[in-house]
């Protein structure tokens, strides 16, 4: 069933479900998953009928597993609100939330553990399923093969099944075919629920309600008015305890072919003819399929691969990459990436698309930068403004949710000087936001059947068809370019935007 997004308005309750967390002893369920449904639990969101159910190899009974999860969540709660743990946590809606908690220890490599989750389902009372992979990659096609051989994925017209996987979806694009096609061998496309989340956050949702319900940014928003696109994912922390899974993946792997080509497509997809989850899905699988694939030459001159080096941020000193953990000490693993890629469809051309994402860096901020061609100033000459700088809409996805436009204007005085004058909106100025994981909108979407914010298997393989060019050339050439931690990446990336006659927006 696809449900559109003008039915939003209208939120019910998900309907009864048995919800399957599948590394249930890992981060993402304690500290992301768990604390998204008690805030969807806290807004009405959640039915009476769903039951959590931990999937893991470790031993913990049933009421264990509930209180280790109120402990993290507590002080999830307590860190967002600024309160005690105790004022924090509302006991009566934790109850009511926990009185579904439960437990299945088994070996996901184990028949066995799957008719145990088979008995868990006929005692539910509902046939209703969702079983969320929040495993480590390499489970992922044996825990699918797994459900679909003991029938767990069989729909019926009064239950569905449905399954969830995180990123990384494949690390090159042989992968990403191999692991679809394994997928669909056991369900069909609309029971898949490829998560990024990165589209559960307001703001990116926000870039099409902004787009297409505002004829005023769909006028200009094509060729003939922008110069060029910047999408930015920057971050302040290092690999933290990621040592180990960074050296076999790297920025792009983790962060391109996912979260920045979805800004992009969400930034640059035609309109869909409506906002149902079929049509929004088509129309952004279509543009990440409009990337034109370089040539491997073409790739390695459009492209630079960075690493932090020892530096400081705020004053503090902080270690290189290769002096982080379970990092070799000679690693030539990036930590930042810079892309320019084009998009050949008839909105697009000749519209370069710079694509940057690091860790180390100056300030934590993702941003969508559009960047507008300069209007027309011969009317200005011999004045201090014969030559305008170019303007900007900004979105900014993290952390100061919002949206900026750029509009010259003239100062007081006599003399012609102008000023660069920001109008937009941030989030918090206008919305009372409740404390959030980003996961809320993502999860109840899958309980209640709307694909929209998910991915599609061709859109998912469209990007890594992008990116294999770089992996290809960055294969013949692993050398990585060097920054300090606390700098906004390595100079090649400046050079990289230098060449065009076009500088990157400054952070923050």
């Not at 999830?76 to 299945?104: C, H, M, N, R, T």
């Not at 690693?331 to 051309?349: F, G, H, Q």
């Amino acid at each position: 069933m696809t449900r559109l997004i003008r039915n939003k308005s209208k939120a019910e309750p998900a309907p009864p479900t048995t919800l399957f967390l599948f590394g249930a002893h890992g981060d993402l369920v304690k500290r992301l998953l768990m604390p998204a449904l008690y805030n969807l639990s806290r807004d009405g969101l959640l039915g009476d009928g769903l039951r959590i159910i931990g999937v893991d190899h470790n031993a913990i009974t049933d009421e264990a597993f509930a209180k280790k999860l109120e402990d993290f969540i507590r002080a999830e709660v307590a860190s967002k609100v600024g309160k005690g743990g105790d004022q924090a946590l509302d006991p009566a809606l934790w109850a009511k939330l926990a009185k579904g908690i439960s437990y299945v220890q088994g070996d996901f490599l184990d028949d066995s553990t799957y008719q145990a989750l088979a008995a868990k389902i006929a005692d539910s009372g509902t046939g209703n399923a969702v079983f969320y992979l929040a495993t480590a990659p390499r489970f992922f096609s044996e825990v699918v093969r797994r459900l679909g051989a003991a029938g767990l994925l069989q729909e019926t017209p009064e239950a569905f099944r449905r399954v969830v996987i995180e990123k990384p979806f494949g690390s090159d694009l042989p992968t990403a075919e191999a692991l679809n096609a394994c997928l669909l061998k056991v369900m069909s496309e609309n029971q898949i629920y490829r998560i990024d989340h990165y589209l559960g956050k307001e703001t990116v949702q926000n870039i099409l309600i902004s787009r297409f319900s505002n004829s005023l940014f769909e006028a200009f928003w094509n060729n003939h008015y922008i110069d060029h696109v910047q999408i930015t994912a920057a971050e302040t922390v290092g690999v933290e305890t990621r040592g180990s899974f960074y050296e076999h993946t790297g920025a792009l792997r983790d962060m391109v072919p996912n979260h920045l080509f979805q800004l992009l497509a969400m930034v640059a997809m035609e309109p869909p003819a409506a906002f149902g989850a079929d049509a929004v899905r088509g129309e952004k699988a279509k543009v990440v399929g409009a990337i034109r694939p370089w040539s491997v030459e073409e790739a390695r001159a459009n492209s630079v691969r960075g690493q932090y080096a020892p530096g400081e941020i705020d004053g503090k000193p902080l270690p290189g990459y290769r002096q982080e953990n379970n990092v070799a000490p000679d690693s030539n693993t990036e930590t930042y990436v810079a892309l320019k890629v084009m998009i050949d469809n008839w909105r697009w051309v000749g519209v370069p698309f710079y694509l940057r994402t690091g860790k180390r860096m100056s300030v934590r901020d993702t941003e969508i930068v559009i960047c507008f061609k300069p209007a027309p100033y011969a009317q200005f000459r011999d004045t201090e403004v014969d030559e305008l700088q170019p303007t900007y809409l900004r979105i900014q996805i993290q952390p100061n949710e919002g949206m900026w436009f750029d509009l010259l204007a003239k100062r007081p005085g006599p003399a012609l000087k102008m000023a660069n004058i920001e109008l937009g909106f941030a989030y918090k100025d206008f919305f009372e936001m409740q404390p959030s994981t980003g996961y809320e909108t993502l999860i109840y979407d899958c309980l209640t059947g709307d694909q929209t914010l998910f991915q599609r298997a061709d859109n998912i393989e469209n990007g890594w068809r992008a990116v294999q060019p770089f992996l290809d050339a960055w294969q013949q050439d692993a050398s990585v370019q060097s920054y300090a931690a606390g700098e906004d990446g390595p100079q090649a990336a400046e050079d990289l935007l230098t060449r065009d006659g076009r500088v990157w927006h400054g952070l923050g």
